[in-house]
């Protein structure tokens, strides 16, 4: 596999290779164009310099000998040879010391400039080279004799003490770069192959990989945004597989009592009472399913994010009537009193939605009373908001329990599963928050529950309200 880690680290390489290599043509094209001209020319000069004092000097060629050795001394290369197959070396000596036909050029008076094949022209580094042929030539003439002297600076002039410490400085620079890079890279991959063993983690439902990334930049906020997704994921798979345990044994138990009712009801001789007291609990559990079934597909349906809200202007105080109106038989059957003060609200909302609410409330307040308890329902408007309130003398509720009504299947007693799915409350959160609402509970063990809704009314909502212009 090709690794983020080796791409990032060949790629380095490649710039770095690239811009040597550029660095180097273009080094030559300066070489070429200004340097190399003026060099040979200083050559030229100094090598112009020596022949002036020696020819001025009148020296003879036993006196010349000390005097290019001295010259040799202060850092320069020389060859002094002449037609008779004399040949003389000062200073340094050449690695390359084979001269070819430039002598007779030179003795023949033309100077000899270096160096000048194509190759030759173009590579610089060729004119640092310890190469005879790097040399400049003039003839010199010595008593009745005619030398050719070649004459270039030393390496160790061309390569001064401040040019090798450049030389270090540069390969320093390099290999600092090149250790930087590969370090900097492993910093930058390591979080990313963290994520991505997290990753693979998560998709075999790991939720329990930590990550070991402490950064503040963007790949830390990455490792952060990363963990709030996996605890997410993690909370969503706890609550997915609740959740299907919870409907798997909502719909085995009243299914397992209509199976075994059913099986009784066919056996020979039962008494009418007993016959109609099993076919009304199987038609109880049966009604029971069906709760539950309507309730799971609202549920589902309120859960995608794009659920249809059919907003319209309506009376909350009249709705509310009517359901207490719905619930007027089980009331009297609980024997419970109910009151209401409503005061006229209008609320542009989803109508079905909200009957959806009121009844689950009104239903819960009669199922958790007491005995010949009350109920009192209250609609008030303050400002922009329309208050509602729906108090009653029940069973209460534990501060424990409070804080989790609003959770799916939640019930507080066991005893009273019968009639409950422990869906209700965690649709109506849906609904009223779905409708821009909130809703909140106050209660007592032993002395009742209180649940507030509150909606915020936009504009139109409170010109209805104040105008009385709609119902
Ligand atoms: P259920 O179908 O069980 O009524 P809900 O979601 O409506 O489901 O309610 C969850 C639990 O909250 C109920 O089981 C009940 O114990 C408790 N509860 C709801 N409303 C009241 C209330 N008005 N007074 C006391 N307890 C309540």
């Not at 900097?184 to 997290?198: C, D, G, N, V, Y």
């Not at 299947?409 to 209700?424: E, I, N, P, Q, S």
């Not at 409350?425 to 007592?444: A, P």
């Amino acid at each position: 596999m090709k690794t983020l880690y080796r791409e990032f680290i060949s790629t380095t390489l490649l710039i770095l290779g690239i811009s040597i290599l550029i660095g180097f043509i273009l080094a030559n094209v300066v070489y070429v164009i200004f340097t190399k001209e003026e060099i040979t020319q200083q050559n030229m000069e100094v090598a112009e310099q020596i022949v002036h004092v020696l020819e001025e000097m009148h020296v003879s060629s036993h006196t010349v000998h000390p005097f290019l050795e001295s010259v040799g001394q202060l850092g320069y290369q020389i060859y002094l040879a002449n037609r008779s197959g004399e040949a003389y070396f000062f200073g340094e000596p050449f690695e390359h010391s084979r001269l070819p036909h430039t002598m007779d050029q030179v003795l023949s008076g033309t100077p000899y400039m270096g160096k000048d094949g194509i190759w030759d022209q173009f590579w610089m580094m060729g004119h640092f080279s310890n190469d005879i042929r790097n040399t400049v030539g003039l003839p010199l003439q010595i008593g009745n004799q005619t030398y050719a002297l070649f004459v270039k600076p030393a390496s160790k002039i061309l390569f001064s003490d401040i040019h090798m410490m450049l030389a270090g400085f540069i390969v320093a620079v390099a290999i600092v770069s090149l250790l930087g890079v590969i370090k900097m890279t492993k910093r930058l991959i390591h979080p990313i192959s963290e994520l991505s063993e997290a990753t693979k983690a998560i998709t075999n439902e790991d939720f329990t990989y930590s990550l070991d990334i402490h950064r503040k930049d963007e790949l830390g906020q990455l490792a952060e945004n990363f963990l709030r997704m996996q605890q997410q994921l993690q909370h969503n798979d706890v609550a997915r597989k609740s959740f299907i345990s919870n409907v798997s044994h909502d719909f085995q138990s009243p299914l397992m009592n209509i199976q075994g009712y059913g099986d009784l009801l066919l056996l020979p001789n039962l008494d009418e009472k007993t016959r109609l007291q099993y076919a009304g609990i199987v038609s109880d559990e049966a009604r029971r399913l069906s709760n539950l079934t309507k309730q799971l597909l609202l549920i589902t349906s309120l859960d995608q994010s794009g659920y249809p809200v059919k907003k319209s202007p309506h009376r909350l105080d009249l709705q509310i009537k009517e359901s207490i109106k719905k619930h007027q038989w089980s009331l009297q059957d609980r024997n419970l009193t109910i009151s209401y003060k409503l005061d006229k609200a209008v609320l542009y909302s989803d109508r079905e939605l909200l009957a959806i609410v009121w009844d689950n409330l009104i239903t819960n307040a009669i199922k958790y009373n007491q005995p010949n308890g009350h109920i009192f329902i209250s609609c008030t408007t303050a400002g922009n908001k329309i208050i509602l309130t729906f108090e009653d003398t029940g069973v209460g509720l534990s501060e424990e329990s409070a804080k989790q009504v609003f959770e799916r299947f939640y019930r507080v007693d066991a005893t009273r599963k019968k009639d409950g799915t422990g869906l209700g409350l965690s649709i109506v959160k849906e609904i009223v928050t779905l409708l821009n609402g909130t809703i909140t509970l106050e209660s007592e063990l032993a002395k009742g529950t209180t649940f507030t809704v509150i909606f915020l009314m936009e504009g139109h909502d409170e010109s209805w309200n104040k105008n009385g212009v709609y119902g």
